[in-house]
């Protein structure tokens, strides 16, 4: 396999990432809070040849001294585009939308035997049943919400009126004429490239993350001032179908070119191994 193969094959795989990227994108263009995903490429090594020992000769060249060939691009970050989705009324009183970017709300997420908190933007919350007289507040697909201390939302009793502030202050009105008040758990997400995907529309910290101060703040505290959440409306998906399918066209664009790059390297390959 000559050079020219190996620098094409190398780019096809990493292209294919993208357009798996892209893909999940569109598919989501109906899920409520649904964030995109962006993919930056970056080179991978290259070799410099100094063709030109009197440096003197290159005076004005715009380029880089020398010669440099490369070995393809790879796939260098896929980071969460955060900016806000529209707005969808409903009017339900368990919908919850976050008007601020960045904020997200906690879930708590069982995995085997152990759990992990998690967040999203899907505010569509449901009530999931724990005991005769108390009912979970849980997202679509059935993950505790978490308050401000990671702690379940439990209600105790039966519940006739829920209503919610900006701050994300929740109270649950009782039959019996007492109030339950929760504040719901939200963080500000400072550092998106430290989050990944996590599936059924989460997130949650890279495990490869590392360090993770300042990458989130939990808005506790005076810092609740910050949140902004409507109660009745849905965050739509920010998903631009014109800006992904524009790009899907381009990617499909360079991986036929590399396709083709492979092709004639092979023809070449055939015309030398040819000459007698």
């Not at 795989?13 to 989501?28: H, R």
């Not at 080179?43 to 005076?59: I, V």
């Not at 949650?204 to 409507?230: K, M, Y």
């Amino acid at each position: 396999m000559n050079r020219t193969m190996i620098t094409a094959t190398n780019t096809l795989n990493q292209l294919q990432k993208q357009m798996d990227i892209i893909s999940n994108n569109l598919a989501n263009l109906d899920t409520t809070g649904f964030k995109s995903r962006q993919a930056t490429f970056s080179d991978l090594l290259y070799s410099q040849f100094d063709n030109q020992p009197n440096k003197t000769a290159e005076t004005n060249r715009l380029t880089p001294n020398g010669i440099r060939q490369g070995v393809g691009a790879k796939l260098g970050q896929v980071q969460i585009n955060l900016k806000q989705g529209a707005l969808k009324q409903t009017g339900r009183q368990l919908d919850m939308a976050l008007q601020s970017e960045g904020q997200f709300f906690k879930v708590l997420v069982q995995n085997g035997t152990t759990s992990s908190v998690q967040y999203t933007r899907d505010g569509s919350f449901a009530l999931s049943p724990v005991s005769e007289k108390e009912v979970m507040l849980v997202n679509s697909a059935g993950n505790p919400i978490l308050d401000e201390n990671n702690h379940p939302i439990i209600i105790n009793g039966d519940a006739s009126d829920y209503s919610v502030e900006g701050n994300g202050k929740l109270t649950v009105k009782m039959t019996n004429g007492t109030n339950q008040l929760v504040n719901l758990g939200v963080i500000q997400v400072n550092k998106p490239q430290f989050f990944e995907q996590k599936g059924t529309n989460l997130i949650g910290l890279a495990e490869n993350a590392g360090q993770t101060a300042g990458v989130f703040t939990d808005l506790n505290g005076t810092l609740r001032r910050q949140i902004s959440v409507g109660q009745g409306v849905l965050e739509q998906s920010n998903v631009d179908m014109g800006k992904e399918m524009t790009e899907l066209v381009n990617v499909q664009r360079a991986y036929q070119f590399q396709a083709r790059a492979v092709t004639m390297a092979d023809q070449m390959e055939g015309l030398v191994n040819g000459i007698r």
